[in-house]
């Protein structure tokens, strides 16, 4: 059986963005995904927008997920949104806590995810797939690495049937990860999430931020490239590319996309690893 293979984007702002999203998109539908996901912005600031991108995909014929966030909603909201998305026959979903808008004060009525999958597995029984977060090299807000894999396993044992993890480029944590989790009676797939470099000082920012962690040889090999971007994205994608392939040898039940609404790497990624999955 292929292992599964999946790709993210996030909601456009402008009609401009909307419309080069299609075009992305339509490249992408050619390599044949499981699924495309779209994004749910802080404090649910996209809701209407992700909402709409959902009605495309769908419309286009292709399984369409989106992600739900519960932080600064209350279950009312979040009841009228998971009725729109039954009334749209939308089958799976994403689940997260998600983050407060700038400004934003009010948590909401759920605060966590395992909370937010109780709360839809009570309001809709089995009618969605629910994927939920992972965080290999740790959430950035945990408490301890310990701490990290108990929430994830209160997640999983609140209802979840997948996990899709933050991106990484150490393998090594992944599969340590994994074991971990098993350890804890987690036995859902747990798909890694893979982040084609691009412009990389945007991505060092945001990895940052996020937890994820650029190796010391990746970065250095990288920065010695200066402001040769051919050069980087050459690289970038030889790199990912051996992170995909290693990954999908050793046993890992797929590979989720974040595409940064951009096809041409992705797609360069998956020819070059096109053997490994067939």
């Known amino acids: 059986m292929n292992p599964d293979f999946s790709i993210e984007f996030f909601p456009p702002q402008t009609p401009e963005g909307a419309e080069k999203l299609k075009a992305e998109r339509a490249l992408l539908a050619r390599l044949n995904p499981d699924f495309f996901s779209v994004t749910y912005g802080a404090g649910g600031s996209t809701r209407e927008r992700t909402f709409n991108v959902i009605r495309e995909i769908a419309a286009e014929g292709h399984l369409a997920v989106p992600h739900l966030s519960c932080i600064g909603a209350s279950r009312a909201d979040i009841r009228v949104m998971l ?59 945990a408490k301890s690495p310990v701490d990290d894999l108990q929430n994830f396993a209160r997640k999983v044992k609140s ?33 890694p999430g893979i982040m084609p470099i691009n412009n990389f000082s945007r991505l060092a920012r945001f990895s940052d931020a996020c937890g994820a962690e650029i190796p010391r040889w990746l970065r250095k090999k990288i920065e010695s490239y200066g402001d040769d971007t051919a050069s980087i994205r050459a690289y970038g994608i030889e790199v990912v590319s051996e992170l995909c392939r290693r990954l999908l040898q050793s046993g890992a039940p797929g590979l989720h996309f974040y595409s940064m609404n951009q096809s041409a790497l992705i797609t360069q990624i998956l020819a070059r690893i096109s053997g490994d999955r067939a």
Not at 128 to 141: G, L, S
């Open 83 to 141: 009725a729109d998305f039954k009334t749209a026959n939308i089958r799976r979903l994403v689940a997260l806590r998600g983050d407060l808008s700038s400004g934003m004060a009010d948590m909401g009525e759920l605060r966590h995810a395992n909370e937010l999958v109780e709360f839809i597995r009570a309001e809709t029984g089995d009618w969605f797939h629910i994927d939920v977060a992972a965080y290999p090299e740790w959430h950035p807000q």
């Open 159 to 191: 209802g979840a049937d997948g996990a899709i993890t933050q991106y990484f480029y150490n393998a090594d944590a992944y599969f340590r990860f994994v074991d971990e989790a098993q350890k804890l009676g987690v036995t859902i797939p747990v798909v």
